[in-house]
């Protein structure tokens, strides 16, 4: 009975911090960063996103190096040649539900790509894009 | 007592300085997927050292051998004591600290090496991942406060002990040394290292030739795609 208390406490905690989230919630969240930063966000735009997740932006890789063009398919390491699940919602359950991940990929890959962070405009047309894509594999 | 006596085998010189090489090297390979290559080749050569120091703890020449370690907490506090009284112990091999730091930064990078390996492996998830990264800056401190030992130690008894990390040799008493440096071990020892790395190195060469192409085309690409946006 004793531990039961700090085994419960420990659960609803680890439920807190690793609640998991749908694509909408980092949607909205990047809506709410995004016009922080600036009163006049007029929304995402899935073009915007596409066109920002296959551009290089001056440099040699774009999102689509690992990515691929279409990212509801299976992608590839660059570097390593080690495989990456699709990064669309509708090809992959797991995508955009861990904010830790989500985070910790978007400041990885956005400083590889860009040298700097993404905006929270840029990651909300991203995403915007990539809820838009359909489901190519059936696994 | 100042003769110049073999104390360090070479293998485990060469164990020493590569894996603080490695170490340092996966540090400032970890934040960037442009070198996530470099950063296994240099995990497995971290792991690989640490397996080799743990076998050579077992097998090596005598100053090597884990059965040299024989502190107990009275003889640190004796040595410690010594330290602060301005009249340092000398120990030809291992002084008693080490069997406080050679245990812990062994330890610690077992749990690193395998972390990563097992992240990269996709073996536990995020939490593996943050196992990774705790352990890594635990052992940055570790590393640090060994570092910071060793230079607290060298000044207080006005004796270089890194030096002896490269010669091998220390001044002691005839007779407390080592007879062999074990070269045959050492070159197996760099045999292992470059049948990692060369192949790893070639491979990455090739990939960064490779990319020269594809890059070409993601640029040329994206910039279609720009003008689209407008």
Redesign the interface.
Same mark, same amino acid.
């Given at each position: 009975m004793r531990v039961a208390i700090p085994i419960a406490a420990a659960l609803a905690l680890g439920a807190i911090t690793?609640r998991a989230e749908r694509p909408a919630d980092f949607e909205a969240r990047f809506a709410a960063e995004a016009r922080t930063a600036d009163p006049a966000f007029a929304g995402f735009s899935a073009?915007?996103g %596409?066109?920002f997740f296959?551009?290089?932006?001056g440099g040699?890789?774009?999102c689509?190096?690992?990515h691929r063009?279409d990212p509801s398919v299976v992608g590839e390491?660059?570097?390593?040649?080690k495989r990456i699940e699709p990064l669309a919602p509708s090809a992959n359950a797991a995508r955009f539900t861990?904010p830790?991940?989500v985070a910790k990929w978007f400041q990885?890959?956005c400083?590889?790509v860009l040298q700097r962070a993404c905006t929270a405009q840029e990651k909300g047309d991203v995403l915007a894009w990539l809820m838009t894509l359909p489901a190519k594999e059936t696994r | 007592m100042n003769d110049r006596i073999l104390v360090w085998d070479l293998p485990l010189r060469i164990f020493h300085w590569v894996l603080a090489a490695s170490f340092a090297g996966a540090f400032l390979t970890a934040?960037?997927? %442009?070198?996530?290559?470099l950063h296994?080749l240099l995990g497995y050569t971290f792991a690989g050292a640490i397996a080799f120091r743990l076998l050579w703890g077992l097998v090596g020449t005598q100053h090597a051998r884990f059965s040299s370690l024989r502190f107990g907490p009275a003889a640190i506090a004796r040595y410690l004591r010594s330290l602060l009284a301005g009249r340092p112990e000398r120990h030809v091999g291992h002084g008693p600290i080490a069997v406080l730091m050679i245990p812990l930064l062994l330890g610690l990078g077992l749990v690193v090496a395998g972390s990563g390996w097992a992240t990269y492996a996709e073996f536990g998830g995020?939490w593996m991942e943050e196992v990774h990264e705790i352990a890594a800056v635990a052992m940055l401190v570790a590393v640090v406060a060994h570092v910071l030992g060793v230079i607290a130690v060298s000044l207080l008894q006005r004796e270089n002990l890194v030096l002896p990390l490269l010669s091998g040799r220390k001044a002691g008493a005839p007779g407390s040394g080592i007879r062999t440096s074990r070269p045959l071990v050492a070159l197996l020892l760099v045999a292992a290292l470059a049948a990692l790395w060369l192949p790893g190195l070639a491979a990455r060469e090739r990939?960064l030739a490779a %990319?020269g192409t594809?890059?070409a085309v993601?640029?040329e690409?994206?910039?279609e795609?720009?003008n689209?946006?407008d």
């Open positions: 690793a073009e915007r %596409r066109a296959t551009n290089a932006h040699d890789w774009s689509a190096s690992c063009n390491h660059i570097v390593t040649g861990r830790a991940s990885r890959n400083n590889d | 934040e960037s997927e %442009r070198q996530r290559d296994l995020e990939r %990319r594809t890059a993601a640029v690409v994206g910039g795609r720009a689209h946006g």
